[in-house]
């Protein structure tokens, strides 16, 4: 595109019109014909500024007089929206809608390596849940929710089918992790009633089959097997023994392998599963539709990419019950997330669920092409003369800019985003903004957790500002308490934030303590960060402010928060937030506590850059060795503090050592949760040795 950009510059011909010159000539005809036809151009892209749905000063609105405690400006009165369409009050409506809008209207996308997507019509769909559904009666489940219908499998179509086999005959679903990893397994599958119907199996899906670890299991779990009479699958696989535990897992997979069968069994004890209910799909997908209703209106040409755990409510609901509401389709990914970038292209998507560290990466790799200094200094002024009209409401990928230097970046994602939706995790707002600019289509960011149906603040259509989570979804209620050991103060606009309302969940599946701790008795879930659907290790509470023009502002969770020893209070991940944008980072991890009086980092390079950035600085090596060189790290050390300081972080808060380690944070080795985020404690664990070691230097 930057090529295009100086030759076609000269020839536009915006100077070569004056108006004096109107005479009935022909060359001024022809002169006209042109002006006709720019006209007739701009017409067509001009900008055009959103109508935001509210005052964009005033997004939120004290409730009871009480400033602490806010909802939504785009309600009425103080009564919090169940549903948006009248007919969609559970997820099973929701479904049933599509079905009547889109008929044999493609459903379900999935791929194999190299090939288009193929389809799975709305219709197929249903009839498939409804056998499998009916399978599972006959298997001896039960259609009510006291008993649990498990899915594990990777994001495809059969685990949407499962879902709605459930929805259609009132079952109730618990979905699991692939990911969960081999200690947590065992304790989710042994903890409640498990009806596992899975998709076909392979053990690049489920690389813990192949683990040589046993998974711990409760003594009497065999004893219980074989007593419970529905079994019946594992007698088709009369050579495993039913006593080696990874063995019979892959047996009973292979066993429900094309024919959705079913293994039912039972273990009694206690779970902490986050019991989500159909009015709680429906309010917060409602909401979101409500929100969008002034900018986007989803329709039967859209497409969805669908690659986030499917047992996270983020991707669950806004991904496939607002999708399929209305007649969309969804097309998974291959399962590689190494080849997501192919399957978006393949795909098309209109909508991309997406979280952070996604997008920084998309960020760091267009950063990272733009070499030449010409080249860069002419994407930073695009950037700014896009920013410039998001500024004034107008989001648009049809300017001039988007022709001649953003189109090959918009083409990389399939080119025709309309809508993104970032959450999981706060986004630096130099990265929001500048996508904003470069992808040209609507990018809003929420906040939530899997306790509140996912959903809890979204942006405003027309505020696109960054550095915010957006302002109570009209679903919920959110106020803010008071943390006096950290000097938080509702008064002053930050504490902990706290959500009611019809999305909230009903509490832990049979743990009534800790659902009094989330939930009190007023309805108010205070809130906790939970990545795993199936149980929370521990409430988090998460810090924001509130900002005047009723937005909030995540701090952090307060448990990432901490004071240093001079009593400055540290919140880690936004500073990680400003680390992450320094091209020769790819992860970095922000440590400190209270015994210390400043900050370290570990720090992974990203490896496609990072030898090169060094090589430009004069060092060489292989990617190993450059991590061990010392200069290396001041060099590296340096850069984050430049940014650092551009972004107005104090002196307190920049890492004053820094380890480079050259392998990355993932899901795998167990420092990534399966959104993405860093796992903290797994993280200081590790590091344990690099970090008493860069402390256990003189204090610089
Ligand atoms: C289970 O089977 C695997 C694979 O054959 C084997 O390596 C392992 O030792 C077996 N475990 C037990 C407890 O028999
Ligand atoms: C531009 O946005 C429109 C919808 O807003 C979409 O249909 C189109 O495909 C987009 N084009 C590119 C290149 O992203
Ligand atoms: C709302 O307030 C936040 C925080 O001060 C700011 O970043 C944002 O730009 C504001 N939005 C508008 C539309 O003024
Ligand atoms: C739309 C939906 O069903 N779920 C959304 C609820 O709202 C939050 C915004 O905070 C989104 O992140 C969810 O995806």
New binding site residues.
């Given amino acids: 595109g930057f090529a295009d950009f100086w030759s076609l510059l000269p020839s536009l011909p915006l100077s070569s019109f004056s108006l004096s010159s109107l005479t009935l000539s022909p060359s001024s005809l022809l002169g006209l014909g042109a002006l006709a036809s720019l006209t007739a151009y701009w017409l067509v892209t001009r900008p055009r500024p959103m109508r935001p749905p509210c005052d964009l000063q005033a997004q939120s609105v004290a409730v009871n007089g009480d400033p602490s405690c806010r909802r939504s400006a785009l309600l009425k009165d103080d009564s919090l929206l169940d549903f948006y369409y009248d007919d969609t009050k559970t997820a099973y409506d929701m479904f049933q809608r599509g079905l009547r809008i889109a008929g044999n209207g493609p459903c379900l996308g999935f791929r194999k390596p190299g090939q288009p997507y193929e389809w799975i019509s709305y219709t197929e769909v249903a009839e498939r849940a409804q056998v499998l559904g009916s399978g599972l009666l006959a298997k001896g489940c039960q259609p009510n929710p006291q008993q649990f219908v498990g899915i594990f499998a990777q994001n495809r179509p059969e685990w949407i089918i499962s879902e709605l086999a459930c929805y259609t005959y009132s079952m109730a679903l618990v979905p699991l992790y692939e990911t969960l990893g081999l200690e947590a397994m065992p304790v989710v599958l042994f903890s409640c009633f498990i009806a596992a119907c899975c998709s076909r199996p392979s053990l690049r899906i489920w690389p813990w089959f192949a683990s040589p670890v ?1 998974p711990q299991v409760p003594s009497d779990f065999h004893s219980t097997l074989r007593n419970y009479p529905s079994l019946t699958s594992v007698e088709k696989c009369p050579s495993v023994p039913t006593n ?1 535990l ?2 019979w897992h892959r047996c009973r997979f292979l066993c429900c392998a094309g024919h959705c069968n079913n293994v039912l069994f039972i273990y009694p004890g206690k779970p902490k599963g986050a019991m989500i209910t159909h009015g709680n799909i429906a309010s917060n997908t409602s909401s979101v539709i409500k929100i969008l209703e002034v900018c986007l209106h989803f329709h039967l040409l859209d497409v969805s990419i669908s690659y986030l755990p499917l047992a996270h409510m983020f991707e669950r609901m806004i991904q496939v019950v607002s999708m399929f509401c209305h007649g969309a389709r969804v097309g998974f990914y291959q399962g590689d997330i190494s080849l997501l970038m192919d399957d978006i292209k393949t795909l098309k998507p209109t909508f991309f669920p997406v979280v952070p560290r996604l997008l920084n990466r998309i960020y760091d790799k267009i950063l990272g092409s733009v070499t030449s200094p010409l080249r860069r200094a002419l994407l930073h002024y695009a950037v700014r003369r896009k920013q410039a009209e998001l500024s004034s409401g107008v989001v648009r990928n049809n300017s001039l800019w988007d022709k001649l230097v953003f189109n090959r970046i918009q083409a990389s994602l399939g080119g025709n985003l309309r809508f993104a939706l970032t959450a999981s995790a706060p986004i630096s707002p130099t990265v929001l903004s500048f996508l904003r600019a470069t992808l040209g289509c609507l990018i809003f960011e929420g906040y939530g957790q899997t306790e509140c149906t996912a959903g809890c603040t979204f942006s405003m259509p027309g505020d696109w500002s960054a550095g915010h989570v957006g302002a109570p979804l009209p679903c919920a209620m959110v106020k803010l308490v008071d943390i006096p050991d950290m000097n938080y103060y509702a008064k002053n606009g930050d504490g902990e934030i706290c959500i009611r309302g019809p999305s909230v969940f009903r509490g832990y599946l049979r743990d009534p303590e800790k659902t009094s701790e989330a939930l009190d008795s007023d309805g108010w879930l205070h809130s906790g960060d939970v990545d795993i659907i199936f149980w929370s290790p521990e409430s988090e509470q998460m810090c924001v402010y509130l900002c005047q023009n009723g937005t909030l502002r995540i701090i952090d969770r307060k448990k990432h928060i901490f004071k240093l020893s001079q009593g400055e209070y540290i919140a880690p991940e936004k500073i990680e937030n400003v680390y992450m944008r320094c091209v020769p980072v790819l992860q970095v991890f922000v440590h400190g506590d209270s015994l210390q009086s400043y900050l370290i980092g570990i720090v992974v390079p990203d490896p496609e850059v990072f030898v090169d950035w060094v090589k430009e600085r004069g060092f060489v090596g292989s990617y190993e060795e450059l991590c061990q060189n010392p200069d290396v790290k001041k060099a590296v050390l340096e850069d984050m503090k430049a940014e650092g300081k551009s972004a107005g972080l104090k002196s307190f808060e920049q890492v004053k050592d820094l380890h480079l380690h050259p392998e990355t944070f993932s899901v795998a080795n167990g420092l990534l949760t399966p959104t993405l985020k860093s796992r903290r404690a797994d993280i200081r664990r590790v590091f344990q040795e690099q970090i008493s070691s860069m402390y256990s230097k003189t204090a610089i």
Avoid: G, Q, V
Wanted: aromatic letters at 0%.
């Fill in positions: 046993e080696n990874s063995l």
